[in-house]
């Protein structure tokens, strides 16, 4: 019997979702918790403890696990995946029982992952009561200016360009080893994170059969708050930067 509080606020569920598992009509459960921090990510309240939220920041109200079981029992059949995003779910102790649980029932497991923990990753692939059946990586800007643009400079990752390069190459191996139709990379089009020299640094690690899904940066509530006065790229920038991408893996697009 598990010791997790099933009863806890634990994540955000979408009931239901016909554009975020590839294939499918999904309901997705979006974990609290993550492990680096992006100026542009607009999930302030899964990202931040409670106790770090800025006073009068509208968040949305927590799922406990219980909740999410009971819309799975109550879907089975008419839904067939389940999308375990966060947040960072990798990092989150209630995943695994997610999994077995959604598993069970019969759903198809998309896991979305920022790719920094690789070993957690390999934990659930080689497991076969854990294996997600499709897998999402982020890769948001060139490896060597993660530890910076990415974390800030109070990080624990500050100058350690490195460790990205390690877990992201680890990362992309692992989810590489699907067939192309069960994974893909995501980047997200930042002004100043996503230039035409982070694409080219970005695409030596894909695999060329890669599907590199980009999209267009949203400059509202984001975690650094001067990331909303940016402005994101035009239609016309943005397809300039895709058909560059494109010009290193194929299957580049733009979402
Ligand atoms: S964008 Fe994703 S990886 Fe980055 S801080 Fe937000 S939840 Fe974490």
Redesign the pocket.
Known sequence: MSELDLNKPAGVLVKTTCVDFPGLVAGSFFLKG?N???P??Y?IG??LNDSEIPAGTQTEPLNTVAELFAHLEKRQGILSGLVIS???PLLNPYTPLIIRRAKELGYKIKIDT?GTLPEKLRALIEDDSLRPDFIAM?I?TSPSRYSTL?CGDASPYFGKSDFFEKVLSESTELVASYSADCREWRTVLVPGLVTKDDIKEMAKLLPVDASWQFAQFMNQNC?DPSYNDIYPYTDAEAKELIDYAKTFIEGANLR
């Open positions: 993550c680096i921090r992006c542009y990510c999930n899964l990202v966060g947040g960072e920022n982020d948001k990415i975690l």
